[in-house]
């Protein structure tokens, strides 16, 4: 399949990333105000940050990759499961 459009990657994202994205927004993106509104550490809330941006580039940079494959990097991104699990899970579809 052909490349997601530059746009298309917030097509991509979750309902609950794309709350995240706002929320992010409407704080000036400020990580402390962020935690506060979602009521939970600085940490917990730099680690999903960071996740979302992983999944992002995934998004973005994955010219070559079918949405299956786009699909499994994003949960990777997101750590739904560990290295092995993806890399299980990736060769086994590129072999079908």
Do not use: C
Not at 14 to 37: H, M, P, Q, Y
């Amino acid at each position: 399949m052909s490349q997601p459009a530059p746009e298309r990657w917030i097509e991509l994202l979750s309902d609950e990333d794309l709350t995240f994205v706002k929320r992010f927004i409407l704080t000036s993106g400020s990580l402390k105000e962020l935690a506060t509104a979602y009521g939970i550490t600085y940490p917990t809330v730099r680690l999903r940050l960071d996740r979302l941006i992983e999944k992002i580039k995934v998004f973005d940079k994955n010219d070559t990759a079918d949405d299956y494959e786009r699909l499994l990097r994003g949960l990777y991104a997101e750590g739904r499961f560990d290295a092995s699990t993806f890399h299980q899970l990736l060769k086994h579809y590129q072999q079908e």
